[in-house]
């Protein structure tokens, strides 16, 4: 499966389960299936992806998708002054998110910073700062 952002083959990113997970050695994008995402978000006590929001992006070129050739759209969401994006296929409903996973280097890590990503995209993570805050 090629990287939608730079056209690099992805590698699987193994795990004790069947989850699918592939990461770009070149610019570090993952790209998770969306019944495995929305597994990983349930099990964190996040809602699943649907729930969480975002407004898509018309304008945004997020190339193809790797399984199905079809457009992605970019779904944005977090707060104004941290805005965050993934793209996702209307087909599939796989999810690519962009570079800022290069630290992932197993499926653990990638897991956790999948979780981080979107604890931040709906929010969660500022309510969490709140609520231990008062």
């Given at each position: 499966?090629?990287?939608?952002?730079?056209?690099?083959?992805?590698?699987?990113?193994?795990?004790?389960?069947?989850?699918?997970?592939?990461?770009?050695?070149?610019?570090?994008g993952?790209?998770v299936?969306?019944?495995?995402?929305?597994?990983?978000?349930?099990?964190?006590?996040?809602?699943?992806?649907?729930a969480?929001?975002?407004?898509?992006?018309?304008e945004?070129?997020?190339g193809?998708?790797?399984d199905?050739?079809?457009?992605?759209?970019?779904?944005?969401?977090?707060?104004?002054?941290?805005?965050?994006?993934?793209?996702?296929?209307?087909?599939?409903?796989g999810?690519?998110?962009?570079?800022?996973?290069?630290?992932a280097?197993?499926?653990?890590?990638?897991?956790?910073?999948?979780i981080?990503?979107?604890r931040?995209?709906?929010?969660?993570?500022?309510?969490?700062?709140?609520?231990?805050?008062?």
């Amino acid at each position: 499966m090629d990287c939608p952002g730079c056209g690099v083959e992805m590698v699987d990113l193994k795990k004790e389960d069947d989850l699918t997970l592939r990461k770009c050695g070149e610019c570090g994008g993952l790209w998770v299936d969306v019944s495995d995402l929305n597994r990983m978000l349930l099990h964190n006590n996040l809602p699943g992806l649907e729930a969480l929001g975002g407004k898509i992006d018309p304008e945004a070129d997020s190339g193809q998708c790797p399984d199905c050739l079809v457009d992605l759209l970019r779904v944005a969401g977090g707060d104004r002054a941290h805005p965050m994006s993934y793209d996702t296929c209307e087909s599939c409903g796989g999810v690519f998110l962009e570079s800022e996973f290069k630290e992932a280097t197993d499926a653990k890590g990638a897991e956790r910073e999948i979780i981080e990503f979107f604890r931040g995209f709906s929010g969660k993570a500022k309510k969490k700062a709140a609520v231990a805050g008062a």
